[in-house]
């Protein structure tokens, strides 16, 4: 086995991707968007060798434009607060593997598991057991610490040549499109908004309504469209003539009413990291500092437009004031095209 190396103070030798290689990841939907600019550039390394070993469902919904020679559902859960899964299982499977990338922000002993099964001939990853660690950096985003993996085969590559938008799924673009047609003039711009993540991130539910009322008064050029799975919260809006609930919403049919939409706002959440990748112009809402652990510095808006609030450690400190002038300072100036004309989203 070769000798750990630390990536990040040593040499910036580019070094091939040996094949097949394996590429464990397993996280959260927002976590698979931010790490997609990541895996195109190791995808860009291989010659489609690569086998996934990750979440079911979700390297059809997001990571759909890599060709992988094969995926393997993990079926991770978290239990007491770990990540678990059942790493014998994976590796009764006939998996050969030159090279295991790990892109995990998280460790475990089934991961330790799984190496000492598949017993690859280098591992590269964020943690100590990795052959190769790529050892995160203090307030570093989460986009970036991925892309630094990659970086320990080929320090060149630029992560801007990586980060194209998220790609929206024909039929998800048409059942959007369809559901925005009643829009009334073309002047009609789109407010989409999500509230709905783990528990301490997501904002007090009369502040979050207000702010919609108060936006959508103030604003008559704006329609808004609501991403929460079923939007029952929102109910005070249902008669609202400019407002759109879905109910039952499909995770890709929600990326493309992100596409089509002119602003975003929502804390921390998949649909965050979606309006980022599709360079949708959003405010983002933190409980944490900017620089604290989960703040916007990790986990906030990378490519777009954006302005973040922060809360100093708790999401009721954000006022509902502060979220409207954020919206009103970011919305997108009188007289332009909505995003949702533009026929490469939803034509």
């Known amino acids: 086995m070769a000798n750990q190396s630390t990536w990040g103070t040593g040499s910036r030798s580019m070094r091939r991707l040996p094949e097949p290689c394996a590429v464990l990841f397993a996280n959260g939907i927002?976590?698979?968007i931010m790490t997609l600019p990541a895996l195109r550039a190791l995808a860009s390394l291989s010659d489609q060798n690569l086998t996934l070993l990750g979440m079911p469902g979700l390297a059809e919904d997001i990571f759909s434009e890599i060709q992988f020679s094969r995926v393997v559902d993990i079926g991770m859960t978290n239990r007491h607060g770990r990540n678990v899964f059942d790493a014998e299982a994976i590796s009764n499977l006939p998996i050969t593997v030159a090279e295991l990338v790990s892109f995990n922000p998280w460790h475990s002993p089934d991961v330790n598991r799984l190496l000492a099964h598949l017993r690859p001939h280098h591992s590269t990853g964020m943690y100590p057991e990795f052959q190769t660690q790529v050892?995160?950096?203090r307030g570093e985003h989460a986009v970036d610490r991925a892309f630094r993996v990659v970086s320990a085969f080929a320090p060149g590559l630029s992560i801007n040549d990586f980060s194209a938008p998220l790609p929206l799924k024909p039929?998800?673009?048409?059942?959007?499109?369809?559901?925005?047609?009643h829009l009334t003039g073309h002047s009609?711009?789109?407010l989409a908004v999500h509230n709905e993540t783990l528990e301490h991130k997501v904002w007090d539910e009369r502040r979050w309504l207000e702010v919609l009322a108060r936006f959508l008064a103030h604003n008559p050029d704006f329609a808004l469209v609501a991403l929460d799975a079923n939007n029952t919260k929102l109910a005070s809006l249902a008669d609202h003539p400019r407002a759109i609930l879905p109910r039952q919403l499909a995770l890709n049919e929600a990326f493309a009413l992100i596409a089509a939409a002119d602003l975003f706002i929502g804390p921390d959440s998949c649909m965050l990291h979606a309006a980022d990748s599709l360079r949708v112009r959003g405010v983002g809402l933190f409980g944490p500092a900017p620089s604290a652990p989960l703040g916007s510095d990790e986990f906030g808006f990378r490519f777009g437009p954006h302005l973040h609030l922060s809360g100093g450690g708790n999401m009721?400190?954000?006022s509902v004031d502060a979220v409207l002038a954020a919206l009103q300072s970011i919305r997108p100036e009188a007289g332009c095209t909505p995003r949702?004309?533009?026929?490469?989203?939803?034509g």
């Open 30 to 32: 927002g976590d698979h």
């Open 135 to 137: 050892e995160p950096r």
């Open 171 to 181: 039929a998800a673009k048409r059942t959007a499109h369809a559901r925005l047609t």
């Open 188 to 190: 009609q711009k789109l």
């Open 316 to 318: 009721d400190n954000i």
């Open 340 to 346: 949702r004309r533009a026929a490469e989203l939803l």
